[in-house]
């Protein structure tokens, strides 16, 4: 002590004090510096957050190349991706929840629906290493009928998307394309699944692909980006509609290591 006057000491509580209140502070800096620049992307016509729906068949690969470039273009923007069955697309771009959606395409769409073709989607018939249908070279309507059939089913619909699908006399439905990959690995029957859903399992020998003894003109499903017009899309949906539209068609079903974003 020092002329009548204590020296401050800075304990461990005042000490936690202070970190405590720089903290907030830093946060409020952080905050207001987001807010700043969020105010600023919906100034130049860019949403706030965005919404997209992507059947859950569809390879993933082209979708996530593109939406790390997204990242970047538009790292304000807050973005839900929604995985939905077969068919189930088509009612959340309806109910307004979701803005794009990439789906298989369907014969006819409702009012007020615009559509784009973007590629196909290739469809492989697979069964576990133990189901008898693996042991037969080529595999005859006869035989795919004679064994359950495990289809993907839409949760909007009683009866599936296509009557094509369905070549058994014994049907197990699901609205996962991952509960069917299980229900087969586990030998409770057979299906016919996209070949980016099953690629690694079939190369790896954990899944047999089946040889159809017969013309299987329905070994494509075609791939629709679907919007509507009640829907009007900002600079952030626009971007994603106008890169999806860009991908190679083949792309869908063949290597993906080609593909590039275009800036």
Same mark, same amino acid.
């Given at each position: 002590?020092?002329?009548?006057?204590?020296?401050?000491?800075?304990?461990?509580?005042?000490?936690?004090?202070?970190?405590?209140?720089?903290?907030?502070?830093?946060?409020?800096?952080?905050?207001?510096?987001?807010?700043?620049?969020?105010?600023?992307?919906?100034?130049?016509?860019?949403?706030?957050?965005?919404? &997209?729906?992507?059947?859950?068949?569809?390879?993933?690969? *082209?979708?996530?190349?593109?939406?790390?470039?997204? +990242?970047?273009?538009?790292?304000?923007? !807050?973005?839900?991706?929604?995985?939905?069955? *077969?068919?189930?697309?088509?009612?959340?771009?309806?109910?307004?929840?979701?803005?794009?959606?990439?789906?298989?395409?369907?014969?006819?769409?409702? !009012?007020?629906?615009?559509?784009?073709?973007?590629?196909?989607?290739?469809?492989? *018939? &697979?069964?576990?290493?133990?189901?008898?249908?693996?042991? &037969?070279?080529?595999? !005859?309507?006869?035989?795919?009928?004679?064994?359950?059939?495990?289809?993907?089913?839409?949760?909007?619909?009683?009866?599936?998307?296509?009557?094509?699908?369905?070549?058994?006399?014994?049907?197990?439905?699901?609205?996962? +394309?991952?509960?069917?990959?299980?229900?087969?690995?586990?030998?409770?029957?057979?299906?016919?699944? *996209?070949?980016?859903?099953?690629?690694?399992?079939?190369?790896?020998?954990?899944?047999?692909?089946?040889?159809?003894?017969?013309?299987?003109?329905?070994?494509?499903?075609?791939?629709?980006?679907?919007? !509507?017009?009640?829907?009007?899309?900002?600079?952030?949906?626009?971007? &994603?509609?106008?890169?999806?539209?860009?991908?190679?068609?083949?792309?869908?079903?063949?290597?993906?290591?080609?593909?590039?974003?275009?800036?």
């Amino acid at each position: 002590m020092r002329g009548g006057r204590l020296e401050p000491v800075l304990t461990q509580d005042l000490l936690t004090i202070m970190r405590t209140v720089l903290a907030a502070m830093m946060h409020i800096l952080l905050g207001n510096h987001e807010f700043a620049a969020k105010a600023s992307s919906m100034s130049e016509g860019i949403e706030d957050n965005l919404c &997209i729906a992507v059947e859950q068949s569809i390879n993933l690969a *082209p979708v996530m190349d593109l939406l790390a470039a997204f +990242s970047h273009e538009f790292p304000h923007v !807050t973005l839900e991706i929604l995985t939905t069955g *077969p068919n189930d697309t088509a009612t959340s771009l309806k109910e307004g929840r979701a803005v794009l959606g990439l789906m298989t395409e369907q014969e006819s769409y409702p !009012t007020g629906f615009q559509f784009r073709g973007v590629g196909h989607s290739a469809l492989i *018939p &697979i069964c576990s290493k133990s189901h008898p249908l693996a042991k &037969i070279d080529s595999v !005859t309507h006869r035989d795919f009928r004679q064994h359950r059939q495990l289809v993907l089913k839409s949760r909007s619909r009683s009866v599936p998307g296509h009557v094509r699908e369905v070549k058994s006399a014994s049907i197990w439905y699901a609205e996962s +394309s991952g509960m069917i990959l299980d229900l087969v690995l586990h030998g409770l029957g057979w299906a016919e699944l *996209p070949l980016s859903a099953v690629r690694s399992l079939v190369a790896s020998d954990g899944l047999v692909q089946m040889e159809y003894a017969f013309q299987q003109s329905d070994a494509l499903d075609g791939l629709d980006l679907v919007w !509507t017009e009640q829907q009007v899309l900002g600079q952030a949906g626009q971007w &994603i509609q106008n890169q999806l539209l860009m991908v190679p068609q083949d792309v869908w079903q063949a290597k993906w290591n080609i593909f590039r974003i275009d800036h």
